[in-house]
């Protein structure tokens, strides 16, 4: 039975960093959370893609794990992303953002996706996660993610979905341009006043920090020394954020810190390779080991 929904986007990407090049590469946010959030719950994905999509490249999904019957196939070219990376591998230059079938894409939620109790709106179009979150009879928790391609393009829509889910996640380059602040702490107050539970605010390898009405919680990023490529990193922590959380089927403050670690080893072992090749070599004994290394890390 699938227990995460994730709707997000499916597409091949180019990608470019000092340490590599990969060329029509499995890609989207989708692809990167759901992948992420298979290594802790059961997952389907809510998509599009085109009919150049290749055949090969759903059963690497399948392989991989992910729940594929809310994957739609149209007449038309996939999703498309182009980026760049320089030594600063916290930013991305977008080179280009191809949306193709993903414009006109009207989401239908399987039936047997209708009741699962946890859902990810993955960044893509506001206004499509608001159709896959109409569609979900009562999620227990939902999670939200987006970009700044977005913010720029339907910025009311992107605020109507902060306003609609539990847990705000973004990153702290796109919680600035949201809401207009150089601030963290006010754009997350600004998060929390338009209704979610808590804000998460990723920092790339700085790590990432969750507020509430309550309590704040920071966590550093994982000391990674072999970092090859970023893309995708927001996404896995994402889907292991949520992944967990389904899991262990506790959606309270302390728990929601573990999730945040485990969000933090998923990203930080995807970025050791080019695109999502590396998520093929994550297993719980490098998540559970990642985990003692964590404990350490933050304990004084
Ligand atoms: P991340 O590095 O976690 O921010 O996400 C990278 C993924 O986001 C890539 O695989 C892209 O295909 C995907 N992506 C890039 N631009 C967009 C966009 N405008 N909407 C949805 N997904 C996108």
Sequence with gaps: MVEVVIVGSIGLDNIETPFGKVIDTLGGS??????????????????????????????EMQRKGIDIKGIETVEGKTFRWSGKYEFDLNTAKTLKTELNVMENFQPKIPEEYKKAEYVFLGNIDPELQLKVLEQIKKPKLV??????????????????????????????????????????????????????????????????????????????????????DPTGAGDSFAGALIGFLAKTKEVTEPNIRKAMVHGSIVASLEAEGMGVTNMDFINQFKIKERFKEFEEIVKF
Excluded: C
């Excluded at 389907?44 to 085109?50: A, E, K, L, S, Y």
């Excluded at 109507?160 to 705000?168: C, G, H, P």
């Excluded at 920090?209 to 000391?223: K, R, T």
């Design 143 to 228: 999670v939200s993610d987006t970009m700044n391609y977005w913010i720029e393009t339907k910025r009311q829509k992107v605020l109507e979905v902060v306003k609609a889910v539990d847990i705000a996640l973004m990153n702290d380059a796109e919680a600035r341009e949201l809401f207009r602040t150089n601030n963290l702490v006010k754009a997350a107050k600004e998060i929390l006043k338009l209704d979610s539970d808590y804000a998460i605010i990723k920092k790339g390898e700085h790590g990432s920090v969750m507020f509430s009405d309550n309590n704040h919680f920071s966590l550093p990023g994982y000391p990674l020394e072999n970092i090859k």
């Design 30 to 59: 989708a692809i990167y959370s759901s992948i992420a959030s298979s290594f802790f719950a059961e997952t389907g994905v809510v998509g599009v893609i085109g009919t150049d999509f290749p055949e090969q490249r759903l059963k």
